[in-house]
């Protein structure tokens, strides 16, 4: 009996050991989580309250086991606890007590969950470090914490952690401008591999014995590594963010970093073909973002209309009679282009042959889809070729329409060297027309430089307010950051700006002066332009990019007074050019870039195939590595029967046994004799059974002097020779030994007890 209680004693003893080590693997899973989420908040006041709320949790849940608290009633009890943390730091004295939500704190949760929304809307990456944004990171704390408690712990199921994890780590893999770090999702496989390790341990255990497991979870970090060093679109910053497949533009509230994550892809992809009858290629616009909200450009949602086949549409917002204007014609067939907006040469007026159904704005002729997109379609667009001259640009602007005012608009808070910049930069200029082309003189005489990645390895990559000032301290950037800057600093002098998105003219495929042949557009060509509002003429275009389209005539320093100007894009001209300069960024050897290895794919494929292997063989590799502990304890411990018995189950199990362990050891041992009949695997096994039996009734045998080791690897060979190959190959990739013993696997030969 004394016996007996110190065994009880100590298998509470291990139990609670036991809670505490998958506790602290679960630690070290939230810890990796966070490492992931850097970047997605300013400031360490986020990073500290998800740690300290889900550690809080956690170890709650460890202690509640502890002093005796079932195991699957912990997981309800944290829940209550997760609502008092809510309610005391979101509840705003709403709770009973200060602890207890009630109807007016689930209220207060709503009201910060639907704050949270807008901000999410209105604000890019990384983000204030909002009271909302603190309510969405610590409520999502406890939920996470919760669910890896119950998986792990409660359910004895760790495997499906990596389910929850996976749906946590998509969140900054979609949200960051630099993707994913490699060392965050690194780091998360590690913590996920040792909650593995732990759980074995808990389940059998014995000697520690780490060794495998870090060697798993450091060939993990080395195969992460390898696809940083050599898989296109990382560097080491860590991934720059690129859309494996088509481009998708306009999906997001942040349009114009969709823009640049597909502009640092590391192999164009074609967007789209057209054929025009207009002079030259055109600038294809997606879409008009006017609304700034200090964070982000986005295009002002607005009361549109429906789109008819072939039906005019307009007019054109300012435009007046006096601008001389010529129709023509442009036939577009979207390749791999994915975007809620349609892509034609502004302004608009008239497209037929669109499938599903299609709206306008009346503000900006921006064509928008109704649950359809610009994949696969085909269209043509009619469109008018703008020719206001110098002397109407100059002579334009001062008024400006009530509907305009809004395209003034700057945040309180807007950095002052943006004002600031824009005084210098048109210092002397008397019109609005002379201060739009100081500021495009501006970017292109002094000291810019274009790069799609220096915005992204310094951080300041975006389109709000605090990265425009970045941008103008550092000059480096591309057109997002261009065309934000310009209209930003136009806005503050008086002139109604907005940033126009969509691609540049393309490249021409040959032809003749009268008939250009077919224009291809790419990912390369996505880009950014600032419009100006000049009343009786409307939007202009400018170009104020260093190194991407072309300077518009009616800015140049030759322009004479009384010269045609073209608008429907910047610096339309007939004489023959290369319509797009190479982007000096993208080019392999130019100057702080470094040319991709021929080796590179290759490499990279490795790396993947690696990953993926080691996740595949990692179910084998901890079922062996349970195995070969089994045997080992067999030759340095008495009383081996045991675990001589929890080997044979497990092995039956993964062979597509049932195994209960409600069967007695002699059913279970008739069952392996008869389906190992007239092998040596029969005789050893009833030898197993007899010490297993004697093991039970009186003191224990030393497994080494009955040679308990060898026996069992006699049944084990016998086992897996009367099941097959097929058989031994899916219990060795998929051992279901590893599952809880409450789960049952297919029975098959000697099946069911």
């Known amino acids: 009996m004394v016996s007996e209680a110190v065994s009880l004693g100590m298998a509470g003893v291990r139990r609670r050991q036991a809670y505490w080590r998958l506790t602290g693997a679960l630690v070290l899973q939230m810890l990796a989580l966070s490492i992931a989420l850097v970047g997605l908040i300013q400031g360490p ?59 007016g704190t689930v209220q207060r949760w709503g009201e910060y969950a639907q704050q949270a929304m807008l901000s999410i809307y209105q604000q890019g990456t990384p983000a204030e470090s909002l009271p909302e944004f603190l309510f969405l990171v610590i409520g999502g704390a406890c939920i996470i914490a919760i669910v890896l408690d119950a998986l792990a712990v409660a359910f004895r ?27 965050a999702l690194a780091a998360s496989a590690a913590a996920f591999l040792w909650l593995l390790r732990s759980d074995v341990r808990t389940r059998r255990p014995g000697a520690p014995r780490p060794a495998a497991s870090l060697s798993i979870g450091a060939a993990a970090v080395v195969v992460a ?121 502004a302004p608009v007026q008239s497209v037929k042959g669109l499938n599903g159904t299609w709206s306008w704005d009346p503000d900006d002729l921006t064509l928008g889809g109704i649950n359809v ?24 602007g001062g008024f400006v329409p009530t509907d305009v005012e809004r395209d003034l608009f700057l945040p309180p808070n807007t950095p002052a060297i943006i004002a600031q910049t824009a005084l210098a930069a048109t210092a002397g200029s008397v019109s609005e027309y002379d201060k739009a082309v100081a500021l495009q003189d501006y970017f292109r005489d002094n000291g810019f430089v274009y790069s799609t990645q220096t915005p992204l390895k310094q951080g300041y990559d975006g389109d709000g307010a605090r990265v425009i000032a970045k941008f103008l301290e550092v000059k480096s950037g591309y057109c997002v950051h261009f ?217 224990p045998t030393r497994a080494v002097a009955v040679g308990l080791a060898d026996d069992l690897r006699v049944v084990i060979d016998a086992l897996e020779a009367q099941a097959g190959r097929g058989v031994r190959l899916k219990a060795a990739l998929i051992p279901v030994s590893l599952l809880p013993a409450g789960w049952r696997s297919p029975a098959s030969v000697g099946g069911a007890a």
Request: proline content about 8%.
């Open 483 to 699: 065309a934000s800057a310009m209209a930003l600093m136009a806005r503050t002098l008086g002139i109604p700006a907005r940033v126009a998105e969509g691609y540049l003219p393309g490249t021409s495929s040959g032809g003749t002066a009268n008939s250009p042949g077919v224009y291809t557009v790419t990912s390369d060509d996505l880009h950014a332009w600032p419009e100006l509002y000049f009343a009786g003429v409307g939007w202009v275009p400018f170009e104020p990019t260093v190194g991407r389209g072309t300077i518009p005539s009616y800015t140049r320093p030759d322009a004479l007074p009384g010269q045609s100007a073209p608008t429907s894009a910047p610096g339309a001209s007939s004489a023959p050019r290369k319509l797009v300069p190479t982007d000096p960024a993208n080019v392999a050897g130019a100057a702080g870039t470094t040319p991709p290895s021929p080796l590179q794919p290759v490499l990279s494929g490795l790396g993947v195939a690696l990953l993926v292997l080691a996740v595949l063989l990692t179910p084998a590799v901890l079922r062996r590595m349970r195995r070969r502990a089994r045997l080992r304890r067999l030759g340095e411990s008495w009383g081996g029967a045991t675990v001589v018995w929890d080997e044979l189950r497990d092995t039956a199990r993964d062979l597509g046994w049932s195994a209960p362990d409600t069967e007695t050891p002699r059913v279970f041992a008739r069952r392996i004799a008869a389906a190992v009949a007239g092998t040596p695997g029969e005789e050893a096994v009833l030898r197993l059974l007899d010490v297993r039996e004697r093991d039970a009734f009186g003191p």
């Open 373 to 396: 997109t610009t994949q696969g379609q085909k269209y043509t667009a009619t469109s008018l070729l703008l020719a206001p001259t110098a002397d109407q640009l100059k002579a334009a």
């Open 157 to 183: 199921a760790p495997g499906y952690t990596a389910i929850a994890v996976a749906v946590v780590l998509v969140v900054p893999g979609a949200l960051l401008g630099d993707g994913l770090d490699p060392s």
């Open 225 to 345: 590594m390898l696809l940083a060093g050599t898989a296109p679109g990382f560097d080491k910053g860590g991934a720059t963010s690129f859309t494996a497949g088509g481009i998708s533009i306009g999906g997001t509230v942040t349009p114009l970093i969709d823009l640049g994550k597909d502009l640092r892809r590391p192999a164009a992809v074609r967007a789209l073909t057209y054929t025009t009858n207009a002079p030259t290629g055109q600038y294809l616009k997606l879409a008009s973002l006017d609304q700034f909200t200090g964070s982000v450009w986005k295009h002002r949602e607005r009361d549109t209309k429906r789109l008819s086949n072939g039906v005019a549409i307009g007019p054109v917002a300012g435009l007046s009679d006096s601008v001389k204007s010529t129709k023509f014609t442009t036939s577009v067939e979207i390749d791999d282009m994915t975007s809620r907006w349609l892509p034609v040469p």
């Open 45 to 103: 006041t986020w990073w500290f309250g998800l740690m300290l709320t889900s550690s809080f949790l956690l170890v709650a849940g460890a202690g509640l086991r502890s002093v005796g608290v079932h195991r699957r009633i912990v997981p309800l009890l944290l829940l209550v606890l997760a609502a008092m943390i809510m309610t005391v730091g979101f509840g705003n004295g709403t709770g009973l007590l200060g602890l207890i939500p009630t109807a």
